[in-house]
């Protein structure tokens, strides 16, 4: 079997929380619990959930920006982080962020051409004249025009700045991208183009995507894969169609069961398709009825097949 | 039919608003919103659906401005009235729901009292018959136990909490105007579903009519009966909730509603392109000339009568 692009194995991070009083017992909140996800190259693989059930940690981790507490990320089989693990000049280089909110993230002092050419001169691999010609080739490639270089990120749309975003994330080109929230805080019209324009990027670019979201209609047309987390833990994963035509854990369920959609609410024909079997006496876990303590060890319980590529938890 | 429709409680006619005396932000916008409908503006950031909902609040900021058209409510002129009588009317007879709680509640003040004072100031009540309210309406919006979160702050709940903490705010003196912007776009879908739910529950069983903005189709097919399209400070179409998606007039609604990636529309083997907006709406037609396309109200099914 090759040896996938990127492998989460089994991924754990704690953070610790102020104790309530000076001499009270230490808290913990486990915001990752033994996640382990593989990417493959030219994939696109999704992580949903809430806000707090760890997907966002998850992403973190990949791009080196938080240690973990347990586990490992390897990139061609080789760890990303602990002794012998490349820096971060060198990590940079294998995967970047696209952030949800590209104002944010942009230097508003410094116009968009110095921002995307300070990448190259940093890792020496440009400059003057070349480097120029290499961010107006970005440019164009992501949809906007070269003399938009000598402009500051106030000048763009939130569509143009997220386009910026993604140049600013490919100038060094990486094998991986990690989007996190790429299209939540756009208009509907711009999501499609920015989606589309992420879609033709993975194919031309060879590129490998890792996908933080919590719209399910975005996920469902981008993804090759999905992974569903809740309160830390993965509770369902496997090829898109898979889990998307047979959503089987109960917090899958509800999600799907959520999105709003419109012409389903009118017709009456709103409907969750309908789960796979799991075995007999076996229950799932956790148990989304109640919430689960986020800082009690979770109960015991594994991802089990239930689909040539689809898995779901079940308790131990 | 029409003659059969009641008296709008909400009458917006050829609103205009825009900065100095030119009409940039809005191009003439009118609609009218019957007693306990729901009507849901749809649009894209900056296509004026918010300062349409602030307008009629009265809470445009300066240097934005009205510059032109009527607001009618309940019969009367809310852009004539003194600044006193409009305050007197905001919160008790037209509320809004905003759609960050955080900004919107005060982050030192126990949300028991932040609702208490709508009893002390529009109905008189003192404080501690007041707070006793207040517990109530908290309960209404079927805040777990209500008793001991009057106590807490903002920071204490979780965003749903604080959005179902803004609705008991917003209908705590029944008003006959709900004005929703954006209510659930801050929340996890999962929430999503309960605060909207809710909050139409409570309109419904008050008689509340409700003004809903928002840029999600899906959540104003949720509530609403009747919807208006806007684009570039135009309504460019008004229509039957049930009927825009079947039959959209406008070619921008046509656009809008092709270009939403829904859930369950890839199919096995393909890539989930997208159709952009601008592939299906040309230039033309979101120009200064194209008339508002509107169709009749459709027959309206009178809930609770008899009961």
């Known amino acids: 079997m090759s040896v996938p692009l990127l492998e989460i194995r089994d991924l754990t991070v704690h953070f610790n929380l102020p104790r309530r009083t000076p001499l009270g017992p230490r808290r913990i909140l486990r915001a990752v619990e033994g996640v382990s996800l593989t990417l493959n190259e030219g994939e696109c693989l999704s992580i949903v959930g809430e806000s707090g059930c760890g997907k966002s940690t998850t992403a973190l981790?990949?791009?080196?920006?938080?240690?973990?507490?347990?586990?490992?990320?390897?990139?061609?089989?080789?760890?990303?982080?602990?002794?012998?693990?490349?820096?971060?000049?060198?990590?940079?280089?294998?995967?970047?962020?696209?952030?949800?909110?590209?104002?944010?993230?942009?230097?508003?002092?410094?116009?968009?051409?110095?921002?995307?050419?300070?990448?190259?001169?940093?890792?020496?691999?440009?400059?003057?004249?070349?480097?120029?010609?290499?961010?107006?080739?970005?440019?164009?490639?992501?949809?906007?025009?070269?003399?938009?270089?000598?402009?500051?990120?106030h000048e763009f749309s939130g569509g143009q700045r997220q386009r910026i975003g993604i140049a600013r994330a490919l100038m060094l080109n990486p094998r991986i991208l990690v989007l996190d929230e790429p299209v939540s805080a756009l208009d509907v019209s711009i999501q499609a183009q920015i989606i589309n324009l992420l879609m033709d990027l993975q194919e031309t670019l060879k590129l490998s995507y890792i996908m933080i979201s919590h719209d399910l209609s975005v996920v469902e047309h981008v993804s090759d894969r999905v992974a569903v987390m809740y309160y830390g833990r993965v509770v369902e994963e496997g090829d898109w169609h898979s889990v998307f035509s047979r959503p089987t854990h109960p917090y899958t369920r509800r999600l799907i069961g959520s999105v709003p959609d419109a012409e389903a609410i009118l017709t009456g024909a709103r409907g969750v398709p309908e789960g796979a079997a799991i075995p007999a006496g076996r229950s799932f876990s956790p148990d989304i009825s109640t919430r689960p303590d986020p800082s009690l060890p979770p109960e015991a319980s594994m991802l089990v097949p239930i689909g040539p590529d689809h898995r779901v938890r079940l308790a131990d | 039919m029409s003659d059969l429709l009641p008296d709008p409680i909400l009458s917006v006619r050829d609103l205009r608003l825009g900065i100095g005396s030119s009409h940039r932000i809005l191009h003439g916008v009118s609609f009218d919103i019957l007693p306990g409908e729901a009507y849901g503006l749809v649009g894209e950031s900056g296509s004026g659906k918010s300062v349409t909902g602030l307008a009629i609040m009265g809470l445009l900021k300066r240097p934005l401005t009205v510059t032109g058209g009527t607001i009618h409510f309940q019969g009367r002129d809310l852009l004539g009235m003194r600044p006193r009588e409009r305050r007197q009317l905001r919160g008790d007879r037209i509320a809004m729901v905003f759609q960050e709680p955080m900004t919107a509640l005060n982050p030192l003040v126990t949300i028991g009292r932040q609702i208490a004072e709508m009893f002390v100031i529009h109905r008189g009540m003192g404080w501690p018959e007041a707070r006793r309210k207040a517990v109530e309406a908290l309960e209404s919006v079927r805040v777990p136990a209500p008793e001991e979160r009057a106590r807490a702050y903002p920071h204490q709940l979780s965003g749903g909490m604080r959005q179902r903490v803004m609705?008991?705010?917003?209908?705590?003196?029944?008003?006959?105007?709900?004005?929703?912007?954006?209510?659930?776009?801050?929340?996890?879908?999962?929430?999503?579903?309960?605060?909207?739910?809710?909050?139409?529950?409570?309109?419904?069983?008050?008689?509340?009519?409700?003004?809903?903005?928002?840029?999600?189709?899906?959540?104003i097919a949720n509530m609403c009966q009747r919807v208006g399209v806007m684009d570039r400070g135009r309504l460019v179409e008004e229509q039957d909730t049930r009927n825009i998606f079947t039959n959209p007039l406008h070619p921008y609604t046509r656009g809008l509603l092709a270009s939403r990636p829904r859930l369950g529309s890839r199919e096995p083997g393909q890539r989930g392109r997208l159709t952009e907006l601008e592939e299906v709406v040309a230039a033309k037609d979101r120009g200064r000339d194209m008339p508002t396309l509107i169709t009749p109200r459709g027959p309206r099914l009178v809930e609770g009568a008899g009961a």
């Open chain 1, 61 to 153: 981790t990949v791009m080196g920006l938080q240690e973990p507490t347990e586990g490992q990320v390897l990139y061609q089989g080789k760890p990303l982080n602990g002794p012998g693990a490349p820096g971060r000049k060198e990590r940079a280089r294998i995967a970047q962020m696209v952030f949800q909110d590209p104002y944010a993230s942009l230097n508003p002092r410094q116009t968009i051409g110095s921002t995307l050419m300070s990448q190259l001169k940093l890792h020496g691999l440009a400059s003057g004249s070349e480097a120029q010609d290499r961010v107006a080739a970005m440019l164009a490639r992501v949809g906007l025009q070269a003399d938009h270089a000598k402009r500051f990120p």
């Open chain 2, 167 to 219: 609705i008991a705010i917003a209908l705590a003196c029944r008003p006959d105007l709900l004005i929703a912007d954006e209510p659930t776009t801050a929340l996890d879908v999962t929430v999503q579903a309960g605060v909207l739910e809710l909050m139409a529950d409570l309109c419904r069983a008050e008689g509340t009519a409700v003004l809903l903005v928002s840029h999600d189709l899906g959540v």
